[in-house]
C-alpha cells in the first residue's frame, strides 16, 4: 500500500507533467502535495535525490528537446508551452542543460529521425554488437501513449521504489516498448518503464513484473540526449539489421539506460538499445 509521502510525490509528478507551462513554483507544488512548503521541499528532495527546481527544470527541458527535434514549432511557442515567458529566458536554461543553444540542437541531423534510410547509402553512426543475455525480472508500470513521454512513468516508478526503499534492490533503468510507433497510433502504444530486479523482493502493487527472456540481442550503445533514440533506432534496423544477415525475434525490443540525466549531461548519456534477434 503506498505511503503518505509516496501518494504526494506521484500527485506532485503528474501534476508536472499535465501543467508544464503553469505555476511550479515551490509554494505551488507544495500546495498540490498539500504539505508545507518547509516540509515538502525536505521530503521531495530526500526521496528523489533532487530539489524540486531540478525536477521541474529537467521535465521542461526534456519536453522542449522532443518538440525541438519532432516538430516544427517556432522556438517561442516551444518556450511558452513549457512554462517559459521568452526566448530569451528558455534559450539560457536550455544551453545550460543541453551543451548547445536551441536552434543549433534542432539542427543536428544525427537527433532527427529518418525513417526512409538507405542501407546501401547510409553510413552506421552508433556502434553495435551482438550479446547473448541471460533472462532477467524487471520491477515496472505499464505506459500507455507516447513513447516520449514514457519518462511519467518512470518518475512514478522511481519515486515508487524510492519511497518503498526498494532503490537498493534494483539496478539499470529499462523502457520496454510493446508496438511499432511507425504503424501504431500514438495512443495505442504501450510500453513499460521498469528497473532490474538485482535482489528478489516481493514486487508491491501497483508495481508489477516483467520478464525478460534470455538470448541473444543486437545492442546499439547511443550516447547523447534523449530526444535523439528514434534516429538511434532508424539506425539499427534501417542500416545494421539489412546488413547482419540476422532476424528479428518476436519479442519486444528495450533500452537500458547506463546512467541518468539527474547526474549526467545530456551530451553524455548512455542508451543501449537492445533488439532481440531469432
Not at 542543460?97 to 537527433?111: I, N, V
Not at 504503424?183 to 502504444?189: G, R
Not at 508495481?207 to 534523449?226: C, E, K, N, R, S
Amino acid at each position: 500500500m503506498a505511503n503518505d509521502s509516496e501518494r504526494r510525490i506521484l500527485r506532485v509528478i503528474d501534476h508536472i507533467h499535465d501543467n508544464p507551462a503553469g505555476d511550479l513554483s515551490l509554494d505551488a507544488l507544495a500546495d498540490v502535495a498539500a504539505m508545507s512548503r518547509f516540509h515538502w521541499h525536505r521530503v521531495f528532495r530526500a526521496l528523489t535525490g533532487e530539489t524540486v527546481a531540478q525536477c521541474v527544470r529537467r521535465m521542461r527541458l526534456h519536453r522542449a528537446a522532443i518538440a525541438l527535434v519532432q516538430g516544427d514549432d517556432p522556438l517561442p511557442k516551444i518556450a511558452l508551452a513549457v512554462g517559459y515567458a521568452d526566448v530569451t529566458t528558455f534559450t539560457r536554461a536550455f544551453s545550460e542543460s543541453y551543451g548547445t543553444a536551441p536552434a543549433a540542437f534542432r539542427a543536428r541531423g544525427e537527433l532527427r529521425p529518418t525513417p526512409r534510410l538507405n542501407p546501401m547509402k547510409g553510413k552506421l553512426m552508433y556502434p553495435v554488437e551482438i550479446r547473448t543475455l541471460p533472462a532477467r525480472t524487471l520491477v515496472a508500470t505499464e505506459h500507455q501513449g507516447p513513447y516520449h513521454e514514457i519518462n511519467r512513468a518512470f518518475e512514478r516508478l522511481f519515486a515508487t521504489l524510492a519511497a518503498r526503499h526498494l532503490i537498493g534492490h534494483t539496478g539499470h533503468m529499462v523502457g520496454v516498448f510493446l508496438h511499432d510507433p511507425s504503424v501504431t497510433p500514438p495512443a495505442d502504444l504501450r510500453s513499460y518503464a521498469g528497473a532490474v530486479v538485482d535482489t528478489p523482493f516481493d514486487i508491491p502493487a501497483p508495481l508489477q513484473g516483467y520478464a525478460l527472456p534470455a538470448g541473444d540481442h543486437a545492442v546499439l550503445t547511443y550516447q547523447g540526449p534523449y530526444a535523439g533514440l528514434p534516429a538511434a533506432y532508424d539506425q539499427l534496423f534501417g542500416l545494421w539489421l539489412p546488413a547482419s544477415g540476422r532476424q528479428m525475434a518476436d519479442r519486444p525490443s528495450f533500452e537500458v539506460y547506463l546512467n541518468s540525466p539527474m547526474d549526467t549531461p545530456q551530451d553524455q548519456l548512455l542508451t543501449e538499445l537492445h533488439l532481440p534477434l531469432a
